[in-house]
């Protein structure tokens, strides 16, 4: 036999969300945009900004996630793979040189490297990106490749014409600098 829906329950019309998402069990609002002519980096530092001072009622949060999350673990990713290359660049080059200062010589290189492609940034008004790190860890690669030359050049110099330290360095410097550049 058929039941009336009123017999049951008490049907009331309100308003509601048309759908309740849930992440780890609580319940979540996923706010979404599509970004065009702006970089991911830089909406997100104007969305923190905004909601910076932005009071919340006990239990509410805001988070960032999406592409964001995955740009920030990519960093993560990218600042370990760094530093894991540095030291073993640096292993290898003590080994080759038989030095441990050698190595530290040419490794002091990159920063001084670094600072023009800094510079460039901030005058060009661009935010770092995955493919600016990218670019940064070629323009390492070549830093060092230069200074190994130099380096290696001051030695043989050393070695075979017995010059003084700063005497090696200047001739180094004299001869390699066309070839380096």
């Known amino acids: 036999m058929p039941v009336s829906l009123d017999a049951v329950a008490d049907v009331v019309i309100v308003e509601g969300p048309a759908e309740i998402r849930r992440l ?3 319940r ?12 991911l980096g ?3 530092a104007d969305i923190q900004a905004a909601t910076a001072g ?12 999406g592409q964001n999350e995955e740009m920030e673990r990519s960093f993560e990713s990218m600042r370990f793979a760094m530093l ?22 040419i490794m002091f ?15 060009l008004d661009e935010t770092v990106s995955v493919v600016v790190l990218i670019g940064l860890i070629m323009l390492a690669g070549i830093v060092v490749n230069n200074a ?9 110099l050393r070695r075979r014409d017995n010059m003084a330290k700063l005497e090696a360095v200047a001739e180094a410097g004299r001869l390699r ?3 380096i550049l």
């Open 24 to 26: 780890d069990q609580e």
């Open 28 to 39: 979540v609002v996923v706010i979404t945009a599509n970004l065009t002519g702006r970089d």
């Open 42 to 44: 830089s909406a997100v």
């Open 54 to 65: 932005m009071p919340l009622p006990d239990g509410f949060s805001i988070n960032i996630g």
């Open 84 to 105: 894991l290359a540095v030291f073993l660049v640096y292993l290898v080059m003590a080994s080759q040189f038989e030095s441990l200062l050698h190595p530290l010589v």
């Open 109 to 123: 290189t990159i920063p001084l490297g670094m600072v023009g492609s800094i510079l460039a940034l901030l005058a």
């Open 148 to 156: 190994i030359v130099l380096v290696d050049y001051v030695n043989m």
């Open 177 to 179: 600098l066309r070839p």
